[in-house]
């Protein structure tokens, strides 16, 4: 189904591209993985997977960038997300622009989260013209700050996040960023 035409932009291993209808079964799945969805207050459903699909087709279509359907170059397999998403919940860093992922557990730690928050950095800073790019997460999601780390990017501070105030083991939250030296 997928061909070179689908991707806005690929990676050594990853091709990057807008999101389908056919892929909202597929990303639910992955949302309702336990597994993949620790680090967030809960499973999602079906239809707060299609709402989420809409709205990154939508923020792409409106500003070049969202959280991008990832597929797989060698098997054309849809993976998951990782990509760029606006973050405005209340705090005195937002709004941002925010680098995320989300991939099925049988793509982890296979070097794809990095190769692609990589991937996703390069089209901000030189596509995009950003001038940074943010990352949140629970500091109990030590693979993901790891994948931060990896990136390049560097922590900037501890903080509880608003919409996590009743889950103990997610409120709080680190604030990494990268800087575009080119453009800061």
Same mark, same amino acid.
């Given at each position: 189904m997928?061909?070179?035409?689908? *991707?806005?932009?690929?990676s050594?291993?990853?091709?990057?591209?807008?999101?389908?209808e056919?892929?909202?079964?597929?990303?639910t799945?992955?949302?309702?993985?336990?597994?993949?969805?620790?680090?967030?207050?809960?499973?999602?459903?079906?239809?707060?997977?299609?709402?989420?699909?809409?709205?990154m087709?939508?923020?792409?279509?409106?500003?070049?960038f969202c *959280?991008?359907?990832?597929?797989?170059?060698?098997?054309?397999?849809?993976i998951?997300?990782?990509?760029?998403?606006?973050?405005?919940?209340?705090?005195?860093f937002?709004? !941002?622009?925010?680098?995320?992922?989300? #991939?099925?557990?049988?793509?982890?730690?296979?070097?794809?989260?990095?190769?692609?928050?990589?991937? !996703?950095?390069? *089209?901000?800073?030189?596509?995009?013209?950003?001038?940074?790019?943010?990352?949140?997460?629970?500091?109990?999601?030590?693979?993901?700050?790891?994948?931060?780390?990896?990136?390049?990017?560097?922590?900037?501070?501890r903080?509880?996040?608003?919409? #996590?105030?009743?889950?103990?083991?997610?409120?709080? !939250?680190?604030? *990494?960023?990268?800087?575009?030296?080119?453009?800061?």
């Amino acid at each position: 189904m997928s061909t070179n035409e689908f *991707y806005i932009f690929k990676s050594a291993r990853l091709g990057f591209r807008n999101w389908l209808e056919a892929d909202v079964d597929k990303l639910t799945d992955i949302n309702q993985d336990p597994q993949v969805m620790e680090f967030f207050p809960g499973l999602q459903s079906q239809e707060r997977t299609r709402q989420f699909v809409k709205r990154m087709k939508s923020q792409f279509q409106e500003k070049g960038f969202c *959280y991008f359907a990832v597929e797989e170059l060698s098997t054309n397999e849809f993976i998951g997300f990782i990509g760029l998403s606006v973050q405005n919940f209340e705090s005195d860093f937002t709004p !941002c622009i925010d680098i995320g992922w989300r #991939l099925h557990t049988e793509k982890w730690n296979q070097g794809f989260a990095t190769e692609g928050a990589l991937r !996703c950095i390069d *089209y901000g800073f030189n596509d995009l013209k950003l001038k940074v790019i943010h990352a949140i997460a629970p500091k109990a999601n030590a693979s993901s700050v790891r994948v931060m780390q990896k990136i390049g990017m560097k922590e900037l501070k501890r903080f509880h996040h608003p919409l #996590l105030a009743s889950n103990e083991k997610l409120q709080e !939250c680190v604030l *990494y960023e990268i800087v575009n030296n080119l453009r800061a």
